[in-house]
């Protein structure tokens, strides 16, 4: 079985990615973001509305009852 591990990563790539192989065989990337200074946002707020509710957005971006 595969684990696999979701991570929003929100800046910039700073430098190419560099990868290394580890003793064990596994391998790893390294990434170097530059980020946002703190309290700034890169990407919108999530819509709590549908969130809470679980169900996707209306086409039309309207809210339904």
Do not use: C, I, K
């Given at each position: 079985?595969?684990?696999?591990?979701?991570?929003?990563?929100?800046?910039?790539?700073?430098?190419?990615?560099?990868?290394?192989?580890?003793?064990?065989?596994?391998?790893?990337?390294?990434?170097?973001?530059?980020v946002p200074e703190a309290?700034?946002?890169?990407?919108?707020?999530?819509?709590?509305g549908t969130a809470r509710?679980?169900?996707?957005?209306?086409?039309?971006?309207?809210?339904?009852?």
């Amino acid at each position: 079985m595969v684990t696999v591990n979701v991570v929003v990563l929100a800046g910039t790539v700073a430098t190419d990615p560099v990868r290394r192989r580890l003793p064990s065989g596994e391998e790893v990337t390294e990434l170097r973001l530059s980020v946002p200074e703190a309290g700034r946002r890169l990407l919108p707020p999530p819509d709590r509305g549908t969130a809470r509710r679980g169900r996707p957005p209306s086409p039309r971006g309207h809210r339904e009852g």
